[in-house]
């Protein structure tokens, strides 16, 4: 890589009109394995080794390049393309020679028009460069190699799916194992040369069934590790299927929701998704640059955003909280900068945003932030993110503080959100300031002493302002939610720890649901599923 990388950067400076100033090469090596069964047989099993290559051009200006923001137009230059798995350099050199120059050309083409854009659409608020300067780094970490146990994963899908059987309002079950090794080669023109990687292992447990008035339900437990040998035994695993079944199993019985406003809990990984959806988006670098963005925090820079009682940290360098791994660290990001925490609210005040090498006014320099999906471009995205509070109260006293709060309110119940499976967000100004997350098991809690009440059909909404100023206490447990993000450059693991979070106000809408009703037919009979 380094060779090709320094023969085609000199050629093209050579020879090329406009010259590069800047080029860079990562590959990603991923080697994966995967099964999963459903009542006791394999459904599907595979996996494979491929290498991706990701290539930077940068022409022009660390001022003004072809990676400058021009509303509704991102560039694209790389493509991912696959490289040989075998250390053999000839066909690997051919195929970075062939996308270097399919990028440069991509690249010089987008450099004309920004320049013409520029002459002839109003100046950007925000004038700075579009590339920063950083440290070269060198680092050579031992390559993780994978090692997965076929077999024992298959025996053990077998019996943990096969739990399911005991569950026969559950429709559809799936229990699904995956590991994967993800090694990282990047080489710039700067200097940087680093090979890095990691290991990624989950366990995930679902069921759904449907209710009498067409709405789907569903609920689920993951569990993530570095290694395969870090996940849970088959107890643990098989305690983790009665639970699922079991609320799939209650929630067939539970009323339906109706649309609500009032106090609320957000167990700590409701609360983890709640702050990544509606919080950690919004201080990504690049959306207080792009004048299509919503920018909610960009002149909040000092300024109270939070409660004062809450801060809140990005750490890619933690690799467990509360013995639990968690799945957003790495040791350089995808522009090869090295990880390194970063406190973006300091006892409610915002300090920093998420920070790739593309600047922002007041932030110069990237913060080890910039990362992708491989064949997509570079942005500024989430990591760790790690919810501290000053506030902390034990679960039975949050617990009572949302009844206080209930009576306060005059309201008939508040509501706990115990599980959440995701959620997703609009930051665009074009669009609603808006968020919308959604849970999986929620309960009405009653005022009067009455147990509470499992109800379904419930989504969270509302506007991102508006919901931090509601955030009254939290509980003194963190919980984990590890999970993968989507967003302009793909999909990037991450994780989200956060205490348990009470509310005095938060709104929920009915879900959408089908008109197909449950299945006409009645299940087979455990007899029937073990005939051959």
Not at 307 to 332: A, E, H, M
Not at 340 to 365: C, E, N, Q, Y
Not at 457 to 464: E, H, K, M
Request: charged share 25%.
């Amino acid at each position: 890589m380094s060779k090709e990388l320094t023969r085609n950067f000199t050629i093209l400076k050579q020879k090329a009109d406009p010259p590069p100033y800047f080029l860079s090469y990562e590959i990603t090596e991923a080697d994966y394995r995967a099964i999963s069964g459903t009542l006791g047989a394999i459904e599907d099993a595979g996996g494979g080794k491929t290498r991706s290559l990701d290539v930077s051009v940068r022409v022009g200006s660390p001022k003004l390049d072809n990676y400058h923001q021009v509303r509704n137009d991102r560039g694209q230059f790389t493509s991912g393309a696959l490289v040989s798995f075998e250390n053999v350099p000839d066909p690997i050199q051919q195929r970075l020679w062939l996308e270097t120059d399919r990028a440069y050309r991509a690249a010089a083409e987008r450099l004309i028009r920004i320049k013409t854009n520029t002459q002839v659409k109003v100046a950007a608020e925000d004038t700075s460069d579009d590339f920063s300067t950083e440290k070269p780094e060198t680092a050579q970490e031992p390559v993780t190699r994978l090692r997965f146990d076929e077999d024992e994963w298959r025996d053990r899908i077998r019996k943990i799916s096969a739990r399911f059987g005991n569950y026969p309002h559950v429709l559809t079950s799936h229990v699904a194992v995956s590991a994967q090794t993800d090694t990282r080669y990047f080489v710039n023109t700067e200097g940087s040369r680093i090979e890095h990687g990691r290991g990624f292992a989950r366990v995930s447990i679902s069921a759904s069934s449907k209710a009498a008035d067409g709405t789907d339900l569903s609920s689920f437990e993951t569990f993530e590790a570095v290694e395969p040998d870090g996940l849970p035994d088959d107890k643990t695993l098989l305690a983790a299927v009665d639970r699922v079944a079991t609320d799939v199993t209650n929630l067939l019985r539970a009323p339906e929701a109706e649309p609500f406003v009032g106090p609320a809990i957000f167990s700590g990984r409701a609360a983890g998704v709640f702050f990544h959806e509606i919080f950690g988006h919004r201080v990504e670098g690049h959306r207080q640059k792009d004048e299509s963005e919503g920018q909610t925090f960009t002149k909040s820079v000092n300024t109270k955003v939070l409660p004062d009682f809450l801060s809140v940290l990005f750490d890619p360098t933690q690799r467990k909280i509360g013995g639990v791994d968690l799945n957003g660290w790495y040791d350089y990001d995808d522009e090869g900068v090295k990880a390194r925490p970063v406190l973006a609210v300091d006892k409610g005040v915002l300090k920093t945003f998420l920070m790739s090498r593309s600047p922002i006014k007041g932030f110069d320099h990237s913060n080890g932030h910039g990362r992708r999906q491989p064949g997509l471009e570079v942005v500024s995205r989430q990591s760790n993110l790690i919810v501290e509070s000053t506030n902390a109260v034990p679960e039975a006293r949050l617990r009572q503080m949302l009844i206080d709060e209930v009576k306060r309110q005059n309201k008939p119940y508040g509501l706990y959100f115990r599980d959440i499976t995701g959620g997703f967000t609009t930051t665009a100004r074009a669009g609603l300031q808006a968020f919308k997350v959604i849970p999986v098991i929620v309960y009405r809690v009653y005022p009067d002493g009455r147990p509470d009440e499992l109800v379904r059909g419930a989504d969270i909404v509302g506007t991102p302002l508006a919901s931090f100023s509601k955030i009254l206490a939290t509980g003194d447990k963190p919980e984990v939610f590890n999970g993968y993000c989507g967003a302009e450059s793909g999909s990037v693991p991450v994780s989200a720890v956060s205490p348990a979070i009470l509310v005095s106000e938060i709104e929920i809408e009915k879900k959408a649901k089908s008109n197909d009703r449950p299945p006409l037919l009645s299940e087979p009979s455990s007899m029937e599923r073990g005939r051959k």
